[in-house]
Every structure is written in structure tokens, then in C-alpha cells.
């Protein structure tokens, strides 16, 4: 009993210094970004691969529940980053600006990824076709909990900024949509169910989707706004209405809509209050200040430990990271062809097209699919073998993706430096020349 009762508390105190090395880990990472514009997912998900499989310090039957606990810990972090990109996106760039663009690059970014993926799967692998278009619509994402941090701290131009984060917020829904349709069709396809793969049915699923988020999320958001106009400064408003809005995210979830857009709306309206209350012949006395101000810390909190929770779950198969390495340099190609069509037209955008390209990793909704796959499917299934391996190359994709962007980000930073620099030095001569003139 008393070696038993040590065990445990040697347990617990591991735990401890594992949770407060992981935090010091995101600080650090946090410096590293600042100083050379690597994104810090990258330094967290290697930390969160020396805990689980090179170390197990986190043991294989652990990962194997914190596996099944991934879609939870992944839409909590979803809601609260989703929230901080959206709340702080200025509504009339957001229609004006480059809200539109950021909406057919999301679309660009799901169709695209599914027209290179799912032929390749189909016939270089010899997967069955619904199979590999799943994969394919699942790796459609450019992950939200990546490119709208970096983004908000690369010094992007407003209408570059907002495209990113509607972008990467709105592909995750496009996704899911895609994702969610073929997954229907497949499972009716290992039944007796017909399959209903009509125009109408799409239609109607994707309106359902679309609407049941926006209304709920501009409902929601507008009755949120009233209730801190009548309560004024009350304590703890960030952390309630974070609260609030995963309230609500739960339940366009369970109405069968998109959860992920309802937050983006929530945050819009709550971050425009203003105008919106202009609208209704109101004046707003909200003070926004109070609710944001600790968001940065609950967000950086959130980031860190999702991104070590990410790490920790990482097959370490050679096969899986061999494929999951080459499908991380081949999403590249549809990401280059979808930038270069939505920027088309647009002198602002284009002078940030290297910097829109390189942000283009998987994460969060690829690794909540994967999750969600994998637990739908018994494993008596004649397509559980291919739902396993989406899941280890998933992982792998994500990792190795991450690693790619933070490269291709922080040349692209470093070049920009450079050349802003030499601007600066050529303009302090000029300046010199003329005061050294008789």
C-alpha cells in the first residue's frame, strides 16, 4: 500500500514538472517566433513527440485514450482561436476587403486538395475511390489555429489579413462539408440504405449547414452584446463569454450545423458591435476592453497545449511518415494554384503571395476528422485498415506540413526584413547626400 501510494505521487509530481515544462516550452517558443518568425506549433509538437512516443513518458495505453479524447480537446481549442481571430477582423474590410477572396480560396482550398488527392490515393495506392476522396476532402484545411496567429504577427496588409482568417476558418467548414457527404455516401454504400448522391441533397445539406451557423452565431452574438451592455463591467467577461460560446457551439453542433462558422459570426458581431447596434438606432456602451483583456494569455495557454496534446499522438511508422512527408510538399500545388487564382486582380494580395502560399498547414480539423473517423468505424469493417492508416499519415501530414510553412515563413519574413531594410539604408543616404550639399 505504501509503495503504491509513492507510485502515485511520483506520478503526480512528473506530471506537474511535465505540465510546467510545456508551458516554459510555449513560452520559449513564443521568443523563437518573435525572433525569427518560426511558428512555435512546430517547437510544441516535437515536445509533444519526446513526452509521447520517443520517451512514452505519456505511455502507449495513455495516448491510446487521449486519442479517443482528440475531436474534445480539438474543438476547445478550435472555439476559443477561431473566437480571438474573429473578434479582432474590422467588418468593413471583412466586405470591402479581402473577406470575399478569403471565402473562394476556401473553397478553392477544399476542391482543389480533393481534385490532386483523390486520384493519387485511387490509383497510385489502389484505395477504393470513395476512400480516397474522404482523405482528400479532410486534408482541405489550412489549419485556423496556425495561420491566424501568424498572420496576425507577420504584418500582413489588412485585406491579406482578413483573407487568411476567413480563409482558414471558413475551409475548415467547407471540409467538413465535403467530408461529412462523402462520409454518408460511404457508410449507406456498406449498407442496404440507398445513396443519395443527388444535386438537391448537396444543396440542401450545405444550406442547412451554412445557415443554421450564421443565424445562430449573429443571434447569439447580438443577445451577448446586450447582456454586457446591461451588466457593464462584470468580472471574468472573457472567460464567460468564452462560455457562452462554446454553449453555443454545442448546439449548432447538435442542430446540424457549422459549429466552426457560428463561432467566426459570434466573433464578427461581438468585435462590430458597434455597428451592428447602429443598425437598431443604438448607441453601444460596451467596453470591449474588458472582455479582451486576457484573451492573449487563455489563447497562448489553449495553443500550447493542444499543439503537445497534437504531438503526443503521433505515429512514429516509417510508412506513415514517409507518405505523410510527401503529401505534405504535394499540398503545396493545389495551395499555389488556389492563391493564384483568388489574387488575380488584386495588387495587394499579389504583393503578399509568397507569404499566402506558405501558410498553408493542416492541423486542427484534419486531426478532429481523423479522430472522428476512426471512432465511427468498428474495426470488424472491411475499411477499417484504410481509416487507420488516414489516421497515422494524418498526424504525419500535420507535423510535416507545419515544418514546411515555418520555412517557407520565415525565408519569406527574413527576405522581406532584407529588403525593408535596404530601403531604409538607401533612404539615409539620400537623406545625407542632401544635407552634405553646398
Not at 518568425?37 to 515536445?47: F, G, T
Not at 474590410?93 to 482550398?109: T, Y
Not at 490509383?123 to 501568424?150: D, K, N, Q, R
Not at 499579389?350 to 493542416?362: A, E, G
Request: proline share 3%; hydrophobic share 55%; aromatic share 10%.
Amino acid at each position: 500500500m505504501f509503495g503504491t501510494d509513492l507510485l502515485i505521487a511520483a506520478n503526480t509530481d512528473l506530471l506537474l514538472v511535465v505540465l510546467g515544462g510545456v508551458i516554459f516550452i510555449g513560452f520559449l517558443a513564443e521568443v523563437i517566433f518573435y525572433k525569427y518568425r518560426l511558428p512555435e506549433n512546430l517547437a510544441l509538437m516535437l515536445a509533444g513527440m519526446l513526452i509521447g512516443p520517443v520517451l512514452h513518458i505519456v505511455s502507449p495505453t495513455q495516448v491510446e485514450v487521449l486519442r479517443s479524447l482528440a475531436p474534445f480537446f480539438g474543438d476547445a481549442a478550435l472555439v476559443i482561436i477561431v473566437l480571438s481571430g474573429s473578434i479582432n477582423l474590422n467588418f468593413s474590410s471583412l466586405i470591402g476587403g479581402g473577406g470575399g477572396r478569403g471565402v473562394v480560396m476556401a473553397v478553392l482550398d477544399t476542391l482543389l486538395t480533393m481534385a490532386f488527392i483523390t486520384p493519387l490515393f485511387h490509383y497510385v495506392f489502389g484505395w477504393p475511390l470513395l476512400i480516397s476522396a474522404l482523405f482528400g476532402a479532410m486534408l482541405g484545411e489550412t489549419t485556423a489555429t496556425i495561420v491566424i496567429p501568424v498572420s496576425q504577427r507577420l504584418g500582413l496588409s489588412e485585406s491579406a489579413l482578413t483573407s487568411m482568417v476567413i480563409d482558414s476558418t471558413f475551409n475548415s467548414v467547407t471540409c467538413i462539408v465535403a467530408f461529412y457527404i462523402i462520409f454518408d455516401i460511404l457508410m449507406q454504400s456498406q449498407g442496404a440504405a440507398p445513396v443519395n448522391t443527388g444535386v438537391v441533397f448537396v444543396a440542401r445539406y450545405l444550406f442547412e449547414l451554412v445557415s443554421t451557423g450564421i443565424f445562430i452565431g449573429a443571434v447569439g452574438g447580438l443577445i451577448w452584446v446586450t447582456v454586457l451592455e446591461r451588466l457593464g463591467d462584470i468580472p471574468h467577461s472573457y472567460i464567460v463569454t468564452v462560455a457562452v460560446v462554446i454553449g453555443i457551439y454545442a448546439i449548432v453542433d447538435i442542430l446540424g450545423g457549422s459549429a466552426v462558422l457560428s463561432v467566426l459570426v459570434f466573433g464578427l458581431v461581438l468585435g462590430n458591435h458597434k455597428l451592428f447596434l447602429r443598425l437598431f438606432g443604438r448607441d453601444s456602451k460596451v467596453n470591449l476592453g474588458n472582455v479582451t483583456s486576457f484573451e492573449g494569455e487563455i489563447n497562448f495557454f489553449v495553443r500550447t497545449f493542444f499543439y503537445v496534446f497534437v504531438g503526443t499522438l503521433v505515429s512514429l511508422k516509417p510508412y506513415s511518415a514517409l507518405i505523410g512527408l510527401g503529401l505534405a510538399f504535394f499540398l503545396l500545388l493545389p495551395r499555389v494554384l488556389g492563391v493564384e487564382a483568388t489574387t488575380l486582380g488584386d495588387q495587394e494580395l499579389r504583393d503578399n503571395l509568397s507569404l499566402l502560399v506558405s501558410l498553408y498547414p493542416r492541423g486542427l480539423t484534419v486531426a478532429v476528422l481523423a479522430s472522428t473517423l476512426i471512432a465511427s468505424i468498428p474495426q470488424t469493417s472491411a475499411i477499417y485498415p484504410y481509416a487507420s492508416r488516414i489516421f497515422d499519415i494524418s498526424f504525419m501530414v500535420i507535423l510535416f506540413s507545419s515544418v514546411i510553412s515555418a520555412f517557407l515563413v520565415a525565408r519569406e519574413y527574413r527576405r522581406r526584413t532584407n529588403e525593408d531594410l535596404y530601403e531604409v539604408i538607401k533612404r539615409l543616404r539620400r537623406a545625407r547626400q542632401q544635407l552634405e550639399k553646398p
